[in-house]
């Protein structure tokens, strides 16, 4: 077994601001043995004495590539199919007949989704599979997609690949699962090719000032990841998601993320649910 690598009080400082400049993610003192697990093979391998010199090493390297594989390793990146499933019940209920009376209106309406955050893709395609049967027929011939986005390149790796354990896709209505994944394993679901073309995953670090996008969204989910944020980041990544929403347009967080309202730029309508009304424009 390999030994555990030591971790000193500046090393770990020094990791928690590396983190935080460039990612917004807050790692309180409680993450320190979790930072030391995550990097020691990495520092090991590299053949580096210990924790500083790796740091060192990812601030030097010009290129991102270390630094890339330092925030794949501090980062989790779990989920599943139909996660918090209020949510996509709300959607299928509220936001999709919406949005079908828009493009009854306008038939070339662009219906664009994005999961901010998407970790392993489960929940990009769980976006994908809704859409799909709230469209029916329709779904052939809108203008419709799913952008999914995160920072770490091996979840976007997974995600691309579309291959999940049983125990991933275990909440789908089984009709969806039935319809849009392949039994490809004994213990293994893939994503149909045609489910995977409505999902573009590309990578993007939500602490960016600005996002190369150029339309907006009519329903944005970032669940689950501001939970790893302090309160002034949070506020400046909502104010930053909202510029990029269409009026009227849902925004979804995780349950544990309840948005101030004093400082919201978004409307409340339920637990975790948003809406871009437009006497709050701004």
């Not at 949005?99 to 769980?126: H, M, N, Q, V």
Request: glycine fraction near 6%; charged fraction near 25%.
């Amino acid at each position: 077994m390999d030994e555990i690598l030591g971790i000193t009080d500046a090393e770990f400082k020094d990791a928690a601001a590396l983190v935080y400049e460039r990612f917004g993610i807050h790692l309180t003192d409680q993450k320190r043995a979790l930072v030391a697990g995550r990097l020691a093979k990495r520092v090991r391998s590299l053949g580096l004495p210990n924790l500083g010199a790796y740091l060192a090493k990812v601030r030097a390297d010009d290129s991102g590539t270390e630094l890339s594989e330092f925030i794949n390793r501090i980062t989790t990146n779990h989920s599943f199919f139909y996660r918090e499933k209020d949510h996509f019940e709300f959607l299928t209920s509220t936001v999709m007949p919406a949005i079908k009376r828009r493009l009854k209106d306008d038939p070339a309406y662009p219906i664009r989704f994005w999961s901010a955050g998407c970790a392993a893709g489960e929940e990009a395609y769980t976006l994908a599979m809704l859409i799909r049967e709230s469209l029916g027929p329709l779904a052939e011939t809108a203008d419709w997609g799913v952008l999914a986005t995160d920072v770490s390149l091996s979840a976007l790796g997974q995600a691309r690949g579309g291959s999940y354990p049983s125990s991933r896709v275990a909440e789908l209505p089984p009709a969806w699962r039935g319809a849009y994944l392949e039994r490809t394993g004994e213990d293994e679901w893939t994503v149909t090719n045609e489910l995977r073309r409505s999902v573009l995953f590309k990578r993007l670090n939500l602490m960016n000032e600005q996002y190369p996008f150029k339309g907006q969204f009519d329903v944005v989910f970032c669940r689950n990841v501001m939970i790893y944020f302090d309160v002034p980041t949070r506020r400046t990544l909502v104010d930053r998601i909202y510029r990029y929403m269409k009026k009227d347009g849902w925004f979804f967080v995780g349950h544990s993320e309840a948005l101030p309202r004093d400082t919201c730029p978004f409307s409340y309508t339920m637990p975790a649910t948003y809406q871009k009304r437009a006497e709050s424009a701004r």
